[in-house]
């Protein structure tokens, strides 16, 4: 089974702080991939990035950076200099990348994320 | 807009009555899949298609729910007898296959909120 938890539920901070999001995610599974979405008021889930299970490489997008870690099953986002925009709620997801269960994302439970002016 | 849209945005219905959702995918998609989510909760997966075929159903879809995707385009999610329980939003998201370049990723549609009252 997988399972994905995101310990904080809510987070606020002030403009231009940093902030990170955590994410743990259990798998057997050696191939899968991690993704995070973004979730604004409208409740569109906003694709944010995709990582696979061999690739560790960090990556950055902007004031978006995103840190995985096999070792402790880990997959943490940090916003850099936040801003009111960033006001979302932010999720963790995983997906097994063989055999037939392609559609079946498993998401955590949401980091509430807002950004004081 | 080429992303995935989803009709109606929002549904309340009395308790009893059928609804149904509709999804159009990104048009080149051909893995199309449908989530739940209640509030505070990060979605839930029910089923997917790859073309016009349901490979994968969550027992979250109770015989009450039923999904379609003729021919392979749209899709519809019907929920007939209502009940206070399937107040939700019913999300639609698409893909190209697992494998193929850039397939990888889900992209979800603003999503479809009932209310059952």
């Known amino acids: 089974a997988q399972k994905v938890t995101q310990a904080q539920t809510e987070i606020s901070v002030v403009e231009k702080e940093d902030v990170t999001l955590d994410c743990v995610y259990e798998?057997?599974?050696?191939?899968?991939?991690l993704f995070w979405y973004k979730q604004p008021p409208s409740g569109e889930l906003v694709f944010l990035i995709r990582?696979?299970?061999?690739?560790?490489q960090n990556e950055i997008s902007g004031r978006y950076s995103w840190n995985f870690q096999k070792s402790t099953s880990s997959f943490n986002f940090t916003i850099t200099a936040s801003q009111v925009v960033d006001s979302a709620v932010y999720f963790c997801a995983l997906i097994y990348a063989g055999g037939t269960s392609y559609g079946k994302l498993t998401f955590g439970q949401g980091t509430i994320l807002t950004v004081h002016p | 807009d080429t992303g995935v849209s989803q009709d109606p945005r929002h549904k309340i219905t009395k308790r009893g009555q059928n609804v149904t959702f509709r999804c159009d995918p990104i048009s080149e998609h051909n893995r199309l899949y449908w989530y739940r989510q209640t509030l505070g909760q990060g979605p839930e997966f029910l089923t997917y298609?790859?073309?016009?075929?349901?490979?994968?159903k969550s027992r979250l879809l109770s015989d009450r729910f039923s999904a379609e995707r003729p021919k392979g385009s749209f899709s519809t999610l019907e929920i007939q007898r209502t009940e206070q329980g399937d107040s939700a939003m019913y999300l639609c998201?698409?893909?190209?296959?697992f494998g193929t370049g850039g397939g990888n990723t889900i992209y979800f549609g603003e999503g479809s909120w009932l209310t059952v009252v």
């Open positions: 298609f790859q073309n016009e075929a349901q490979l994968e």
């Open positions: 798998t057997r599974d050696t191939t899968y991939y």
């Open positions: 990582r696979n299970s061999f690739d560790e």
């Open positions: 998201a698409s893909s190209l296959g």
